[in-house]
């Protein structure tokens, strides 16, 4: 999970007590209790750097049980620990709520290092898992572990796609973080460019700490000859013709820092592409407009006109007063999953939850169509939307 995907929420306090949400002590070892196949659990992180996020998710899943409560008999459940900002603190959570607990399934929002501890908890403890976490690789793990996100592997493959077929650019660039994510995300890109018939023409990394962006943009337009010379200043020098699209995988705060630069060295005439971590309030906040004409991808738009996405956006807008965002959407669906398994009377136990997890086939959501595989990655399709008029929409 990237620090600028997160924000400060508050919880719904009365909403959770109506709906039976407890948030119990960790408990040391195992119980010898049988598996409670009417029990959710769910490890967020409800404290440290990330609770904003974790505080949404709660929210996201609350509704998602009071809809379903609504319309079946069955009643479920629904456990919470803190799974803080920390791997220790993540399998201390999966271990409570395996052992202590004695739940029949986990849902679990993390950042790459908690998914990896999480997966690996669980698999020991066969448990089943479902993690909400762009880690990819994290299924590796074992059997018990699931993976419900639109993944970079997903994301590139998405606007590669649509940028070389739909959009009809041939020539790439790119301009990645050199962190695990940016050198990963570019790698993925560059990659199913090619196998779309494009080509990258230059890729160039920057620390993760850069705030000016003058060299890299510098080795990115490059020197062929006297007319493309880099400006000291404003000037009227462009980008090589070469050069139709870049590729930013990096945060909103970044993206837009960096098209800021773009734009006063006179770097113009390109389409900019990024990932899901642009969806936020943050890419068009204080009037940016050099994010204007740009793409990304992403498996939710609050705005998008899908039945189940307009029903998740205004029941969320009308109990929580705010814009629901991916996270959130992911964690609703990933309820509503959960407990459509848990209302089969012939699932009783783990094993046969994963099972049924794992023949999961088109189910609809509020974040599209998810199905699993063997894998254990939901397979999902990306959207494509573009800050259009100084607004986010979606294109595809």
């Given at each position: 999970m990237n620090d600028s995907c997160l924000s400060a929420m508050s919880v719904f306090v009365l909403s959770l007590l109506l709906l039976g949400f407890t948030q119990q002590p960790m408990s040391a070892g195992a119980s010898s209790e049988s598996v409670k196949r009417h029990t959710v659990g769910c490890a967020f992180p409800l404290s440290g750097r990330f609770a904003g996020e974790g505080k949404k998710a709660k929210d996201a899943v609350m509704l998602s049980a009071r809809q379903f409560r609504a319309r079946s008999p069955f009643s479920p459940g629904i456990v919470t620990a803190?799974?803080?900002?920390?791997?220790?603190?993540?399998?201390?959570?999966?271990?409570?709520?395996?052992?202590?607990?004695?739940?029949?399934a986990i849902i679990a929002?993390?950042?790459?290092?908690e998914a990896e501890a999480a997966a690996v908890e669980a698999q020991q403890r066969r448990v089943p898992v479902i993690l909400i976490t762009p880690k990819e690789g994290v299924t590796k793990a074992g059997d018990q572990v699931f993976q419900h996100f639109l993944t970079p592997e997903q994301q590139a493959e998405a606007l590669a796609d649509y940028a070389v077929n739909e959009l009809r650019i041939n020539v790439f660039g790119t301009l990645y973080p050199g962190d695990e994510y940016g050198e990963g995300m570019n790698r993925l890109f560059c990659a199913d460019v090619h196998k779309n018939g494009g080509r990258v023409a230059r890729s160039v990394a920057?620390?993760?700490?850069?705030?000016?962006?003058?060299?890299?943009?510098?080795?990115?337009?490059?020197?062929?000859?006297?007319?493309?010379?880099?400006?000291?200043?404003?000037?009227?020098?462009?980008?090589?013709?070469?050069?139709?699209?870049?590729?930013i995988p990096d945060s909103a705060f970044r993206a837009r820092m960096i098209t800021a630069q773009l734009a006063f060295y006179n770097v113009r005439k390109i389409r900019i592409f990024g990932t899901s971590l642009w969806n936020t309030p943050d890419l068009l906040r204080k009037g940016?407009?050099?994010?204007?004409?740009?793409?990304?991808?992403?498996?939710?738009?609050?705005?998008?006109?899908?039945?189940?996405?307009?029903n998740f956006a205004d029941a969320y807008r009308a109990v929580y007063n705010r814009e629901p965002q991916t996270m959130e959407a992911l964690a609703y669906d990933t309820m509503r999953l959960v407990l459509n398994i848990l209302e089969d009377p012939e699932i009783e136990t783990r094993d046969g939850f994963a099972q049924a997890l794992l023949a999961t086939k088109d189910i609809q959501g509020a974040t599209g169509v998810i199905s699993f595989g063997g894998g254990r990655v939901a397979q999902k399709e990306a959207l494509i939307l573009k800050v259009q008029d100084g607004e986010i929409v979606q294109v595809r």
């Amino acid at each position: 999970m990237n620090d600028s995907c997160l924000s400060a929420m508050s919880v719904f306090v009365l909403s959770l007590l109506l709906l039976g949400f407890t948030q119990q002590p960790m408990s040391a070892g195992a119980s010898s209790e049988s598996v409670k196949r009417h029990t959710v659990g769910c490890a967020f992180p409800l404290s440290g750097r990330f609770a904003g996020e974790g505080k949404k998710a709660k929210d996201a899943v609350m509704l998602s049980a009071r809809q379903f409560r609504a319309r079946s008999p069955f009643s479920p459940g629904i456990v919470t620990a803190d799974s803080g900002a920390d791997p220790a603190m993540m399998k201390k959570a999966i271990a409570h709520l395996a052992d202590g607990e004695n739940v029949v399934a986990i849902i679990a929002v993390s950042g790459a290092a908690e998914a990896e501890a999480a997966a690996v908890e669980a698999q020991q403890r066969r448990v089943p898992v479902i993690l909400i976490t762009p880690k990819e690789g994290v299924t590796k793990a074992g059997d018990q572990v699931f993976q419900h996100f639109l993944t970079p592997e997903q994301q590139a493959e998405a606007l590669a796609d649509y940028a070389v077929n739909e959009l009809r650019i041939n020539v790439f660039g790119t301009l990645y973080p050199g962190d695990e994510y940016g050198e990963g995300m570019n790698r993925l890109f560059c990659a199913d460019v090619h196998k779309n018939g494009g080509r990258v023409a230059r890729s160039v990394a920057y620390p993760m700490a850069q705030t000016d962006f003058r060299q890299q943009i510098k080795k990115l337009v490059g020197k062929k000859d006297k007319a493309s010379r880099f400006p000291d200043a404003r000037g009227e020098e462009e980008m090589p013709a070469e050069l139709e699209g870049l590729f930013i995988p990096d945060s909103a705060f970044r993206a837009r820092m960096i098209t800021a630069q773009l734009a006063f060295y006179n770097v113009r005439k390109i389409r900019i592409f990024g990932t899901s971590l642009w969806n936020t309030p943050d890419l068009l906040r204080k009037g940016n407009g050099y994010m204007e004409g740009a793409f990304f991808a992403d498996s939710f738009y609050a705005r998008g006109l899908a039945a189940e996405t307009v029903n998740f956006a205004d029941a969320y807008r009308a109990v929580y007063n705010r814009e629901p965002q991916t996270m959130e959407a992911l964690a609703y669906d990933t309820m509503r999953l959960v407990l459509n398994i848990l209302e089969d009377p012939e699932i009783e136990t783990r094993d046969g939850f994963a099972q049924a997890l794992l023949a999961t086939k088109d189910i609809q959501g509020a974040t599209g169509v998810i199905s699993f595989g063997g894998g254990r990655v939901a397979q999902k399709e990306a959207l494509i939307l573009k800050v259009q008029d100084g607004e986010i929409v979606q294109v595809r």
